[in-house]
C-alpha cells in the first residue's frame, strides 16, 4: 500500500496542485468545519492573523520573479515563482492546520538533476556549518547503508543547539536521524524542537527511510532543512525531502514541511525569537485544513473524510493525507469508508 500511494503521488503532482485550487473554493461546504467547531481546542480566533508575513520578505520575493520573469502554472494571474529549494521560505508554508505536517510543492521534492545524478553515484552524507546565530543549515545524505550505526547511541546532553532552553520540554531534533546515517553528537545535525516535530511528525518519514534503505539496500536521497524566519533561534519547522534511486522515486518520494510546535493539548507556545516556551493556545487554522481532502488508512486502505469518527481512533503512523479527487483514490485501489461516505 504503501509504495503504490507513493507511485500515485508522484503522478498526480500536477493534478494535485490545480485540484487544491479548485478545492480551496469548493469545498468550505463540506464536512470539515464541523469537527473544527466542535473541538474545544477551537476557540474561533483561527481566521485572523494567521500568518506572520513580513512584508520584507514579501518584497523580495516580488521583485525575484519579476526578475525572472516565471509564472506560476496555477496562478490564474496571480504572479509566483517557480519554487525551488533556494527560495522556499516559511512564507512558502501554509499556516498549522492542527496536522503534524503539511505537503510541499505537490509532494516532490526540490533536488535538482545533478544532485540526484551525484547521489546515485557514491553515498555521502553532508551537513552545513552552522551560521553567525549558531544555527544548523540543511543536512542532505545519499543514504546507503554503509552509513547506518553500527554502535550504540552516544550522550548528546553536551549540545546545546541554538534556541536551546532547559527544562522547557524540547528535545535535541536530530535533522538526519541516528538511525539513517548514525550522527549522534554532531552539533551541526541537532536542533532544538519538541517531542510534537521529533517524536512524531519527524518519526515515521525517518522510518520510511531507514527501513527501505535496509531492505532494498538501495540508496535514499535525503534531505532535512531547517526552516527559519529572520534571525529568530528556533526553527519554525523542518523541509523533509527524500527519493528512493534506484527507482528514480517510484517507492519514496516526499516533500512535507513539520511544523515545530507543541501538541496544541499542551497549551505551550514557542517564542521562536529566544526559545522561550509560555502558556497559550496554538493557533489552528481551519482554512489550511481544507487542503487535505481525505486521510487514507494506510492498513486498510480504507479513505475518510478528515473529520470521520474513523480518523480520530486511527494511529498517526497509518494516516496518508491526501489532496485530490475521489475518483482517483478509486482508481488507485483505495475504499470509501462506510461510515463517512466521501
Ligand atoms: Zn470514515
Redesign the pocket.
Known amino acids: 500500500m504503501k509504495n503504490k500511494r507513493l507511485r500515485s503521488f508522484r503522478k498526480k503532482a500536477v493534478l494535485v496542485t490545480l485540484a487544491a485550487l479548485l478545492l480551496t473554493i469548493i469545498l468550505p461546504l463540506g464536512g470539515c468545519f464541523e469537527e473544527m467547531e466542535n473541538d474545544p481546542m477551537w476557540d474561533g480566533d483561527g481566521y485572523e492573523n494567521t500568518s506572520e508575513t513580513s512584508t520584507e520578505s514579501e518584497t523580495s520575493l516580488e521583485s525575484e520573479t519579476l526578475a525572472e520573469g516565471e509564472s506560476s502554472v496555477d496562478g490564474e494571474g496571480e504572479t509566483a515563482a517557480e519554487l525551488t529549494f533556494e527560495t522556499f521560505t516559511y512564507e512558502d508554508v501554509p499556516n498549522y492546520a492542527g496536522f503534524y505536517y503539511t505537503e510541499i510543492n505537490g509532494n516532490v521534492p526540490f533536488f535538482t538533476e545533478e544532485e540526484i545524478a551525484e547521489a546515485n553515484q557514491e553515498y555521502y552524507e553532508y551537513y552545513s556549518p552552522l551560521d553567525d546565530l549558531g544555527r544548523c543549515g540543511y543536512a542532505m545524505a545519499s543514504v546507503d547503508t554503509a552509513l547506518m550505526p553500527t554502535e550504540e547511541r552516544g550522550d548528546i546532553y553536551w549540545v546545546h543547539p541554538s534556541g536551546w532552553q532547559k527544562n522547557s520540554g524540547y528535545e535535541r531534533t536530530h535533522l538526519i536521524a541516528f538511525q539513517i546515517a548514525g550522527e549522534n553528537a554532531n552539533e551541526q545535525n541537532l536542533i532544538t524542537g519538541t517531542h510534537y516535530l521529533n517524536g512524531e511528525g519527524m518519526l515515521p518519514f525517518e522510518e520510511m527511510v531507514g527501513d527501505y534503505v535496509r531492505e532494498t539496500n538501495t540508496r535514499v536521497l535525503y534531505r532535512v532543512t531547517p526552516i527559519y524566519v529572520g534571525d529568530e533561534l528556533v526553527a519554525r519547522g523542518v523541509l523533509m525531502e527524500a527519493m528512493s534511486l534506484a527507482d528514480q522515486g517510484e517507492d519514496i518520494l516526499y516533500n512535507i514541511f513539520v511544523y515545530n510546535v507543541f501538541n496544541p493539548d499542551e497549551h505551550k507556545l514557542i517564542d521562536y525569537m529566544t526559545g522561550e516556551v509560555y502558556e497559550g493556545d496554538l493557533e489552528i487554522d481551519e482554512t489550511a485544513a481544507m487542503d487535505v481532502t481525505y486521510i487514507i488508512n494506510r492498513n486498510s486502505g ?4 478528515p473529520n ?4 480520530e481512533s486511527m494511529n498517526e503512523k497509518n494516516k496518508i493525507y491526501f489532496t485530490g479527487t475521489r475518483e482517483e483514490l478509486i482508481e488507485d485501489g483505495y475504499k ?7
Open positions: 480504507t479513505f475518510h473524510l470521520c469518527e474513523g480518523v470509501p469508508c462506510p461510515r463517512c461516505n466521501p
